[in-house]
């Protein structure tokens, strides 16, 4: 199955059409993030194999794509593969990575609809620990895809959040030891841009299946302030319904979260000046001139002089680390050899 709309599998009708422009009179969510789960439950239920139940997994995900297109979300993130379901078997785990490298080849061979769409694919995870060609697929589509602006599908594979804090923490702790940065830098305002979702907006809606009521380690520094919503349903069985009653659950939380996500702006803006201010003092302290002696006017201009500083020196360790992530990307492009008599 493809990954976008196909006429002869439409699942929207006039009255679906109808129920999403009513929808659309209120907030609409703009980057809605998916934890699929039930996969094997349904198979069990269905009693399918348990491949078969992942592979509706997938067509589920396309019919999901579609509805939000439809209903104007323009990013949804979805949970693939995380690092600890590479415990499951080997067999369920082989099955998985050749459902992503079918889905990735088919992803490649439908460039005009990406095109169409304009859907920038990104795959965030520890991309090394798949296998090579899984590798060259995924970096051939978010490579092929990357300048596209439309619609953001990110595809979370070797996915957790624990692994993404700390590889960001790690990536703050080397640019310190590089001396791009110093200690007093680290903010979260940066540790966030050294997260795989550095260039996307927070999930403004995160939706579980399966009746599971817990995040499984998925956007967790992402979904601090995401209306969240559980559903019973098992993923295969998700439904344009479930979609719906999800957006509206965040239509009521609406106002609330936005107050929440004003005020954790502030707070933090206040820290970095905060800690501007204090690194000012500090300096000050150093060349014994004594903060008393030092008139309010001058500490003020000093503030900004700091602050404009340390936004370079985060820009220019913001670059490194984007830099080094594309020519890891790049590095896993297939290399095409081509032989010339
Ligand atoms: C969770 O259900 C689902 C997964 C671990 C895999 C999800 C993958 C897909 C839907 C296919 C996506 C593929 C691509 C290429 C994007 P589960 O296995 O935990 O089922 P259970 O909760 O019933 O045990
Ligand atoms: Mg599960």
């Known amino acids: 199955m493809s990954w976008f709309p196909e006429e002869e599998r439409r699942t929207t009708n006039w009255f679906t059409k109808f129920c999403s422009n009513v929808l659309k009179c209120g907030p609409v969510p703009k980057h809605v993030?998916?934890?699929?789960?039930?996969?094997?439950?349904?198979?069990?239920?269905?009693?399918?194999?348990?491949?078969?139940?992942?592979?509706?997994?997938?067509?589920?995900?396309?019919?999901?794509?579609?509805?939000?297109l439809d209903l104007g979300i323009t990013e949804v993130s979805v949970y693939a593969f995380s690092i600890e379901n590479?415990?499951?078997?080997?067999?369920?785990?082989?099955?998985?990575?050749e459902l992503a490298r079918q889905k990735f080849a088919r992803l490649m061979e439908e460039k005009d609809s990406i095109q169409k769409y304009g859907v920038c694919v990104?795959?965030?995870?520890?991309?090394?620990?798949?296998?090579?060609?899984?590798?060259?697929?995924?970096?051939?589509?978010?490579?092929?895809?990357?300048?596209?602006?439309?619609?953001?599908?990110?595809?979370c594979f070797a996915y957790t959040s624990r692994h993404e804090m700390t590889t960001a923490v790690k990536e703050l702790a080397t640019g310190v030891e590089e001396g791009l940065l110093r200690p007093?830098?680290?903010?979260?305002?940066?540790?966030?841009?050294?997260?795989?979702?550095?260039h996307s907006a927070d999930p403004d809606l995160l939706v579980r299946t399966s009746g599971e009521v817990r995040l499984s380690d998925f956007l967790l520094w992402q979904s601090s302030y995401s209306v969240l919503s559980f559903v019973k349903v098992l993923w295969p069985e998700f439904s344009i319904w479930h979609l719906f009653a999800a957006v509206l659950h965040y239509q009521r939380n609406y106002q609330a979260i936005q107050k929440g996500k004003e005020a954790n702006l502030k707070d933090r803006e206040a820290a970095v000046h905060q800690s501007d201010h204090q690194c000012v003092l500090e300096e000050i302290e150093k060349e014994q001139v004594g903060s008393k002696d030092c008139k309010n006017t001058d500490i003020q201009s000093r503030i900004r002089k700091y602050r404009l500083e340390r936004e370079e020196r985060e820009r220019r360790f913001l670059d490194r680390v984007y830099e080094r992530r594309r020519k890891s990307l790049e590095s896993m492009l297939p290399v095409k050899i081509s032989i010339s008599y």
């Not at 998916?34 to 592979?55: T, Y």
């Open 122 to 155: 990104r795959v965030l995870g520890d991309i090394s620990m798949l296998p090579k060609d899984v590798q060259e697929l995924i970096s051939e589509a978010v490579e092929f895809s990357k300048n596209n602006d439309r619609a953001i599908l990110n595809v």
């Open 184 to 198: 007093s830098d680290v903010s979260e305002h940066l540790l966030e841009k050294c997260l795989y979702t550095s």
């Open 86 to 97: 590479f415990k499951r078997s080997k067999d369920e785990v082989d099955g998985l990575m």
């Open 33 to 68: 993030a998916f934890i699929m789960d039930g996969n094997r439950r349904f198979a069990r239920k269905s009693h399918i194999q348990r491949h078969e139940g992942h592979v509706k997994g997938f067509d589920k995900l396309a019919d999901t794509l579609e509805w939000c």
